[in-house]
């Protein structure tokens, strides 16, 4: 008897779980073919791609797209708006849901509970598409629904869509719109798991209800939000393609062209592939540190890391 | 004596305290709801009103004229029906493979489950990008095909997570040794054994999936030139977005056409959203409990 062993070899297991290898092989398939294969066709960043010659054999140009890149008078415009949007973003976006989940955890089980938290979580359903579509027109000069609301008080609507200065407020007020209900849900279930004792010694030292989300929700929910504000910080140049492309409008090119947006103009509706694989490579690069270094300081600050 | 003072006192703060939580809780309420209401009051309400801004919370001049249009266009139709059929397909191959791979990493005896596991995670912190993803999606002939609604995006690494920390946790050791010892292969176990006792799960991340495509517009903006293949998601950004007309709004002329384009816009919004948002209340519970298990085992 071999058994027993701790660790299954890969012989043994092979020879026991075949069928589950054979399970496996698709989706790892994909795995390979839709997500190594596209890291390794990211070379096409350091080569003048032609559709002649293929990935592998088009000529190679060194850095010389990154360069360009660099040079570009665009690059500080795009990397200043990626940078201003999500870190605005990431700011703005972190307390809401907390102060949501703290409020909600305060009242007692009931309708009105369970109406705040399913209509607040609701817009999180909702597509992209549609939540732009909602956004510009209740924004909208003359008819919309914020118009008349200024309109209700004698004044008149500044004009949201055409000014440029408009476009992150309106990105990030929108997102918050859309997604405090459900990032409220993560910290209910972190005050839920809460310590009982903790809320007892409290009530014992007269604790008012504000102390006690002071003194013991606070930080009992603190370790899932550093979590959630890494998660956040390591996505900063990855801010969402798809919602500043929709918000777009010529009037506010000037503050909404970030590099995702960049990289698929350039890329697709231009047919610079090289080029816009270079950026795209720059982002992906710069974004993977900034995780790292995230991650790396908060375990030093905080104790409490992704891994 | 002293005790009962502060009590007291603290009471009264307290009452002061619940009385701006259920304020602010209220806020919340309004400031999500307004402009749901908003929107489905306007689509209620004749071309005129809402051009002229008159609709605020409640129809004016009730009329269904908007989804009578809406629901005659051939273009917004084909979307839909376009839409189904990505969300129905895409869902059951995204639930088939997740489980492929989330089945042989949830067992004990699988060798090298610990490397795969890196390796559909890191896919997570670096990806190749756009440019490099659409060029693999054409060298497989997929550009401009219904595949390219489904395949690139089929398999999610988070409800991988959710799908394997479910399974181990679920089902016991001592049910698989039972099954071996009855003469049962690894497939075998899965279908009879593994599959009834996952059924929860599987419903999850099916939904999950299925709202994840009906609501996705990207691929389609990458992948697809043919309008015929337009997921109703392409369709509503065309209409809504970029303000071209569907071909059913060729009818109406003048004026009266650009009211009812405005108009137009409302009854879209609602009959797209409407599916999701009504299943929405009965699937909510699990959500939770999915992006739960997730956020803990992740």
């Known amino acids: 008897m071999v058994a027993n062993r701790g660790k299954p070899g890969l012989r043994r297991s092979l020879r026991r779980h075949w069928q589950l290898y054979l399970l496996i092989v698709l989706p790892l398939a994909y795995f390979v073919v839709f997500k190594y294969v596209p890291m390794t066709n990211s070379v096409i960043a350091f080569k003048d791609y032609n559709v002649v010659d293929g990935i592998w054999g088009s000529p190679w140009a060194g850095l010389q797209h990154f360069t360009a890149f660099f040079s570009n008078p665009v690059f500080w415009t795009l990397v200043r708006n990626t940078l201003l949007l999500s870190v605005y973003f990431l700011l703005a976006g972190f307390p809401i849901p907390i102060i949501l989940a703290l409020a909600l955890n305060e009242i007692r089980q009931g309708f009105f509970k369970r109406t705040v938290q399913l209509v607040t979580y609701a817009p999180y359903f909702i597509s992209t598409v549609v939540i732009v579509s909602m956004t510009i027109l209740i924004l909208s000069p003359r008819i919309g629904l914020v118009d008349q609301g200024f309109g209700f008080f004698g004044l008149d609507a500044p004009d949201f869509l055409g000014n440029a200065d408009y476009f992150r407020h309106i990105y990030v007020w929108s997102d918050i719109w859309q997604t405090a209900g459900y990032s409220a849900v993560i910290y209910m279930a972190a005050l839920a798991g809460i310590d009982p004792s903790l809320y007892e010694a409290a009530r014992v030292d007269g604790a008012t209800r504000l102390q006690k989300i002071i003194n013991v929700d606070i930080p009992g929910i603190m370790p899932t939000a550093v979590i959630i504000l890494i998660l956040g910080a390591g996505n900063i140049m990855a801010i969402g393609f798809e919602k500043a492309y929709l918000l777009q409008n010529p009037l506010n090119l000037g503050q909404s062209e970030i590099i995702a947006t960049y990289v698929y103009k350039t890329g697709l509706l231009n047919a610079d592939f090289s080029q816009a694989a270079a950026v795209g490579l720059f982002n992906s690069v710069i974004n993977l540190v900034l995780l790292l270094g995230v991650n790396v300081i908060s375990k030093r600050v905080s104790g409490s890391g992704l891994w | ?298």
């Open chain 2, 1 to 298: 004596m002293v005790k009962q003072g502060r009590k007291v006192k603290n009471t009264g703060i307290d009452r002061v305290f619940m009385f701006a939580v259920y304020a602010l809780l209220l806020t919340f309420l309004a400031v999500v709801l307004l402009p749901l209401i908003y929107i489905l009051s306007s689509s209620f309400s004749s071309p005129n009103a809402v051009s002229s801004g008159r609709v605020w919370l409640w129809p004016v001049d009730f009329t269904i004229r908007g989804y009578e249009v809406v629901l005659s266009d051939p273009q917004i139709l084909g979307g839909f029906a376009n839409s189904l059929f990505y969300t129905v397909v895409g869902a059951l191959v995204s639930v088939t493979l997740t489980i492929a791979i989330a089945y042989p990493l949830s067992r004990k005896g699988f060798y090298g489950r610990g490397f795969i596991t890196s390796i559909i995670v890191y896919t997570m912190l670096f990806a190749g990008g756009i440019i490099p993803t659409y060029l693999v999606v054409q060298s497989l002939g997929l550009l401009d095909t219904r595949w390219a609604m489904i395949l690139p995006q089929a398999i999610g690494v988070w409800q991988v997570i959710i799908a394997r920390a479910y399974l181990r946790n679920s089902i016991p050791d001592s049910l698989y040794e039972a099954a071996e010892l009855d003469g049962a292969g690894d497939l075998r176990i899965l279908w009879s054994v593994v599959l009834p006792l996952a059924k929860p799960m599987i419903a999850v991340i099916a939904l999950m999936y299925a709202i994840m495509q009906w609501n996705s517009y990207f691929d389609a903006l990458l992948y697809l030139k043919t309008d015929d293949l337009y997921p109703l998601q392409l369709v509503l950004r065309n209409i809504l977005v970029l303000n071209s007309p569907g071909n059913g709004m060729d009818a109406a002329a003048g004026i009266e056409r650009r009211h009812l384009a405005d108009l137009l816009k409302y009854s879209l919004i609602v009959v797209s959203t409407a599916p999701v948002l009504l299943i929405y209340p009965f699937v909510a519970r699990h959500f939770t409990k999915g992006a739960l298990i997730g956020a803990v085992k992740g």
